[in-house]
């Protein structure tokens, strides 16, 4: 079983609908959770982070994170073709290490 | 706003060459990474550095691989004989200590290695 695990999508949405991306995994000492979005050809930007269990919430975007069910997910509400990248999720044991995703890539059509 | 700067952006090297790949991190953080994502697959931790040592290294990291911090400023990525397996985006990324293993890590637009 791989480490984490991740949609590969693709996904295709129409702009304003609410994207959806989530992610499993399989080690339970990890902690640290984010999300990160990625542009072609570029370095993954931080969007969300967060600590343990529970509901964290930024402007448009909502991460959740559910420890008992080793399950995140992350919300775009409102989505823009701003928004169309690759969204790569992350997590740590707290060792200072990430453990990534391989990455949903999402398009919001105008 | 503060970032983590690469350079160079792309870097074509013959196979057995040796290539040096330079990050500077932010400035008030004191841990440092280098990670690498080979075309189409995930992002992969290489080896995280602190105080001026390797905190933690990955298989990748091998005896080809090593990372010096040779200013206050400047972090570094060198690959010894490169391969063409080596061919990847390397990413730098940097975090503040934030304790507890804190991982709240902030990339780079990372350097494109071609090996040839």
């Known amino acids: 079983q791989k480490e984490v695990e991740q949609d590969p999508g693709p996904l295709s949405v129409p702009e304003g609908a609410i994207v959806s991306l989530n992610c499993t995994y399989s080690?339970?000492?990890?902690?640290?959770f984010m999300w990160y979005r990625q542009y072609s050809r570029k370095g993954p930007e931080l969007l969300m982070y967060?600590?343990?269990?529970g509901n964290k919430e930024d402007g448009r975007f909502t991460a959740q994170v559910d420890k008992s069910s080793k399950y995140i997910s992350l919300f775009i509400r409102d989505s823009q073709p701003s928004d169309s990248a690759t969204y790569l999720c992350?997590?740590?044991?707290?060792?200072?290490?990430?453990?990534f995703g391989a990455g949903t890539t999402v398009t919001v059509r105008a | 706003e503060p970032e983590v700067t690469q350079t160079p952006s792309h870097q074509v090297t013959q196979m057995g060459q040796e290539v040096i790949l330079r990050c500077v991190p932010i400035?008030?953080?004191?841990?440092f990474y280098w990670y690498r994502q080979i075309l189409g697959q995930k992002v992969e931790f290489l080896v995280s550095?602190?105080?001026?040592?390797?905190?933690?290294k990955s298989e990748i990291f091998d005896d080809q691989f090593s990372v010096e911090r040779p200013d206050g400023s400047n972090f570094t990525l060198k690959i010894r004989s490169t391969k063409l397996e080596d061919s990847a985006m390397y990413f730098c990324?940097?975090?503040?200590?934030?304790?507890?293993?804190?991982?709240?890590?902030?990339f780079g637009q990372g350097t494109r290695l071609t090996v040839v």
């Open positions: 990324a940097s975090s503040e200590d934030m304790g507890a293993g804190n991982t709240e890590a902030f």
């Open positions: 080690n339970s000492a990890f902690q640290y």
């Open positions: 967060t600590y343990s269990s």
């Open positions: 992350a997590m740590s044991a707290g060792d200072y290490k990430l453990s």
């Open positions: 400035s008030n953080h004191l841990y």
């Open positions: 550095f602190y105080n001026n040592e390797i905190s933690e």
